[in-house]
């Protein structure tokens, strides 16, 4: 690289305004970001080529003489951004391609040029420094996206979780970590959320940003996957907190028939066990659950029996931060879906969704 390319990329912020915010705020802000990612592209490519000689010339740019226009498309359907020097009044200019792969976590997940021979020589730098560019961005937008989940699941669950593996390791069954999830279910409506640990939706993160599809940046994928709510079959039940463990087919669960896409996800997530749960509490309209396969309740059963009044107490000092953030994400996660279901996405986040959640929940290397 240059040192004038350097110069272009120097001090560069990456648009951590619309990031630093909570994880509803950031959500929230994400067209915006994408918005100043493709012009961030745009003006680059102006500058590039203004430091290169070309000179402004009302809407036109002249090169060596002769008028260029500079346009740029809106983002494809396949996730291309595609910009175009074309010589001005030509009928039919020669035209060259160079195109550069970013697939990141954002929606550009491909830059594309259509310019003439001559001045891709010239800046034959321009792509590189355009893909570092956006690669930038969205590095700055998985670490904040992660960063930003975290802190709200530190402040609703992840004590939980703290409290729950110091009786699984007191008890000596640590083959017993990692293999139970809590949710939240929120009593009006029947529908509850599932909550990741750090690294769990690291891996979310790096499977989603692998496995590209054209129709969604992995940051939408990844927010339908941690916003996403499902029929919460048990509480329809009324299971009593102070019961055990109750266990169900998965054929049984109404999510097969209302959410078809999270009973995939889920199935996958519990391989191929009936699932169990077990209500903690209840505290104003929220209801903690512990969900698990079936296969490991006996040897969980007195463990949660005796973290149960730890785990209620800290699940009500967490209630507050929980609901400020799913009263932030709930329009954002209304309109994504609504959306996957109007371009007919619904089976392509289905098996999506299900692929991850397989994937996540594979042991670690």
Known sequence: MSHADERIDLQYEYHLDLLRSDLGALIENYEAFETRVEDDVFALFLQHLEQGGA???GSLLLIDKIPHRVTVDQISSDRNLTLYLVPWGETNPELIDSSVDIEHFGRVRRIHIRWPEAAMRKHESLPGLMKRRVLNSYIALQVMFVSKYVQLAD????SLYDILNIHIRQAGKEELAGRSWFTVTHTATSKFQYFFSRDRIERVVNVLTKTQVNELSPFELAVCLVTDEATDTFWELRLDDKMGFASLPFARLTSLIL???HWLAEKHLFQESDIAAREICVCADQSLLINCPQEIVPALEELITAAKPLLADQFRLNLKPYRAFRD??????????ESARDTGLQSLATDIVAKTIKEIMKPGP
């Open 55 to 57: 000179e402004p010339q």
């Open 155 to 158: 402040s609703l669950l992840y």
């Open 328 to 337: 932030a994400v709930a329009k954002v996660a209304k309109r994504i879906h």
């Open 259 to 261: 959410e078809p896409r």
